[in-house]
């Protein structure tokens, strides 16, 4: 069973900076991953995303520039560094797995990012 588990959410002031990792256990193929979040009162929405053997990225506009997404195969685990925070990035993040160019398949329950102005 395929399990992927979030840390490193948290409080931070606005210009401020956290790192979200997700360890994935299960043994699945990877093809690729991503981070997404839901913002109060918004739809959940894609910031990041990685395809696993490749290290090809991809950013949401309102991200780029502040937001890095990486991997470590060794460990299975995906990263994601945000810098010069916002309090629009305030939200829930959730890494989440696919197998193929498709849908993505499995989620984590998702860690609290919140920042203050």
């Known amino acids: 069973q395929v399990v992927l588990v979030e840390s490193g959410g948290g409080l931070v002031q606005a210009g401020g900076s956290l790192r979200l990792s997700c360890v994935v256990s299960?043994?699945?193929?990877?093809?690729?991953m991503g981070w997404f979040r839901r913002a109060p009162g918004k739809d959940r929405e894609l910031v990041a995303r990685?395809?696993?053997?490749?290290?090809?990225?991809g950013y949401a506009d309102s991200v780029k520039g502040r937001f890095t997404i990486s991997r470590d195969n060794t460990k299975n685990t995906v990263n994601l560094q945000m810098n010069s925070l916002k309090p629009d990035d305030t939200g829930v993040y959730y890494c989440?797995?696919?197998?193929?160019?498709?849908?993505?398949?499995?989620w984590g329950q998702g860690t609290q990012v919140t920042v203050s102005s």
């Open positions: 989440a797995l696919r197998r193929n160019p498709g849908e993505y398949e499995y």
């Open positions: 299960g043994g699945s193929f990877i093809y690729g």
């Open positions: 990685i395809l696993w053997n490749s290290r090809n990225t």
